[in-house]
């Protein structure tokens, strides 16, 4: 019966021919292995001692060879045999231990080639998009439902978390489906929460089940991730929504008069392609201070000012420009901000968004209360919260003929 160990070939024989065999595999390299074992140690001593492995192994081939030289001259002043046992002992100890180095040598960097490398991570002024997101909730038919062509879709960013924000908009302007004979849907677009959410994530899925109004994507729901979610928006659209006329994105603090929206996009003079309005910022600073909110440094964004672009509060958008978007978003890696983003994805294109018709239209301030009078004029307005946004709401429809 035979045995390989570490390339050796050993038969089921009397120990001594078992060592005598070792002995003789072990001479027949001891000079060619003293040299390059002195050699290996220092290199690693160059190496700063870098790899510990091979100064250990090095050192122990240098050692054997030793040993095996000062056996060989211990050999003369005693008998033949037991000088022979000593050799066989010391020796087969000496090659278990080389080949146990060996092994764990190799089975160490078996394990460091298998860790999965980490995701490249874009750093805290980009995003990690496209990224091959899903949707592991999805309403495909929402647009196709009913006998009427979808002619807005209300894109609603929200938190996992925030069911009051939600079932404020449902109350108030997100109950409005059909508006001066079109048909308008409103949707929510929602990120993973982070940890722990397996509680959040199933009062979302038992919410789905109840509205069919609500998309959930496989990224972690953030601020900075605020682009990925607008992008999965225009995603979504394209490929759920195609026969919209309009599509609007809002926030969920937003007060929406969507009777004074759908009659501002069905004037003959309002574009039907290549057209996005709101609240147009021509002249937005990049901000340089790494104090503040929008900090941006110039390694990612070196002109002084962003493209043109509509606020991310609320912007309309005709139907065409989100696939556009989608082909022409490549080309720029994404930033955390994400309505400048649009305006960088539109200045590729040679678009540029387009001011209401009226200034007032838009308004970003939350702290002024608003009249009924007010409210009836206006599109889109920034609330303080739900409470604000239902009291705005019981305003708006108890305006009378005074306004």
């Not at 078992?18 to 290199?43: D, G, M, Q």
């Not at 995603?235 to 004074?260: G, H």
């Amino acid at each position: 019966m035979t045995h390989y160990v570490n390339g050796l070939l050993f038969s089921k024989q009397p120990i001594s021919v078992t060592c005598i065999s070792v002995t003789t595999y072990c001479t027949t390299l001891c000079v060619k292995n003293r040299l390059e074992s002195l050699a290996r140690i220092r290199n690693c001593l160059q190496g700063f001692l870098g790899d510990a492995t091979c100064l250990l192994t090095s050192l122990l081939v240098f050692f054997s060879s030793s040993v095996l030289r000062s056996t060989a001259q211990v050999q003369s002043w005693t008998t033949p045999s037991k000088g022979l046992s000593i050799r066989c002992c010391v020796l087969f100890l000496l090659v278990a231990v080389v080949v146990f180095l060996s092994y764990s040598t190799l089975y160490w960097t078996q394990q460091k080639r298998s860790v999965t490398p980490a995701p490249e991570d874009p750093g805290p002024y980009h995003v990690a998009y496209p990224r091959g997101y899903k949707f592991v909730t999805d309403e495909p038919e929402k647009c196709r439902t009913g006998n009427r062509a979808t002619f807005l879709v209300l894109m609603v960013p929200v938190a996992p978390g925030n069911r009051l924000a939600r079932d404020a908009i449902r109350r108030t302007w997100g109950s409005e489906t059909l508006v001066h004979g079109r048909k308008v849907q409103t949707v929510f677009i929602l990120g993973l929460p982070g940890e722990p959410g397996a509680r959040e994530l199933q009062e979302v899925t038992e919410e789905s089940s109840v509205h069919h109004d609500i998309l959930q994507s496989d990224f972690v729901d953030s601020y900075r991730n605020l682009t990925i979610k607008t992008m999965m928006i225009l995603e979504w659209v394209v490929t759920r929504c195609p026969e919209a006329s309009y599509i609007m994105k809002i926030d969920s603090d937003m007060f929406l008069n969507v009777q004074n929206l759908v009659s501002m996009l069905l004037k003959p003079e309002t574009p039907k392609q290549d057209f996005m309005t709101g609240l147009v910022w021509w002249h937005s600073p990049v901000i340089r201070n790494p104090n503040q909110k929008f900090f941006m440094p110039y390694k990612v964004f070196a002109e002084p000012e962003y493209p043109p672009y509509p606020l991310g509060l609320g912007y309309i958008m005709s139907s065409d420009l989100p696939k556009k978007i989608l082909e022409v978003s490549p080309q720029i890696k994404p930033i955390y901000i994400e309505d400048a983003y649009l305006g960088m994805c539109l200045q590729r294109l040679g678009i540029k968004p387009t001011d209401p018709p009226s200034k007032t239209l838009f308004d970003v301030n939350p702290f002024f209360s608003y009249s009924r009078c007010k409210l009836r004029r206006v599109i889109a307005v920034t609330t303080t919260g739900v409470q604000q946004l239902l009291r705005y709401w019981q305003d708006y429809r108890s305006a009378g003929k005074e306004c």
